[in-house]
């Protein structure tokens, strides 16, 4: 139990263009989920807390307008990355968090995203 | 906000011989501290956790105590084995928000 799948596993694009990326928990109704970025031999930021139905509370530093999420049902959240450019490179995964057990998150698998 | 610290940044241990990895924390408030191993491109593993009303938990040869007082958590890995090379994460789940704050990483390469 406790799968959460990401969608795409990696994807290239050209600078200026729009990503989405898609997570979703298969097993399981997600209460919250949260969205990282991981560049190279670096640790999981938090880049957004998306709840089901309201807006993403994003972390400082983030750009809502860049990095555009939407959690539109228990079960999906998306992280649209709006006019790429080479240094939004990064391998993004998104965990989910269920109310059911309040203590751990489960994550997906990742989506490595290169720009070019 | 919550702010992990994570040391080593790398460790490199003998086949057989211990790990510990340590990590402290700024926020009281945090009541829940899981242990991630992640390997190359992959996602990262829950390899075991601890809640802020227990001291210490073992799961074979992996195991993890905590100090509230002091702010601080630590992996102990015995026994170890090249499988169990990989980069380990701490990480202090907030009581408020349910975010997870995670440390810098610790590059473990275990020698045969």
């Known amino acids: 139990g406790a799968v959460v799948s990401q969608h795409p596993s990696w994807v290239i694009c050209k600078s200026g263009t729009s990503v989405k990326i898609e997570c979703r928990s298969l097993?399981?109704?997600?209460?919250?989920m949260f969205w990282y970025r991981q560049f190279p031999k670096q640790s999981l930021m938090l880049m957004a807390t998306s709840n089901e139905g309201s807006k993403a509370t994003y972390e400082q530093g983030v750009e809502k307008d860049k990095f555009l999420i939407n959690h539109a049902s228990l079960t999906l959240s998306t992280l649209t990355v709006t006019s790429a450019h080479p240094e939004d490179s990064s391998f993004y995964i998104c965990s989910a968090w269920t109310s059911g057990d309040p203590y751990e998150q489960y994550f997906g698998p990742g989506t490595r995203l290169t720009v070019t | 906000g919550e702010n992990v610290e994570q040391h080593p940044s790398t460790l490199s241990v003998q086949e057989g011989d211990s790990a510990v990895i340590k990590c402290t924390y700024s926020d009281s408030a945090s009541n829940y501290f899981p242990w991630y191993k992640q390997e190359l491109g992959k996602r990262p593993q829950l390899i075991i956790d601890?809640?802020?009303?227990?001291g210490e938990k073992k799961d074979q040869r992996i195991a993890v105590t905590l100090n509230k007082t002091a702010k601080h958590f630590s992996l102990h890995i015995t026994e170890t084995q090249p499988e169990d090379s990989a980069v380990y994460f701490c990480?202090?789940?907030?009581?408020?928000?349910?975010?997870?704050?995670f440390g810098t990483g610790t590059r473990l390469k275990v020698l045969a």
């Open positions: 990480a202090a789940r907030d009581s408020g928000t349910y975010k997870y704050i």
């Open positions: 601890i809640r802020s009303n227990v």
């Open positions: 097993d399981f109704q997600a209460t919250t």
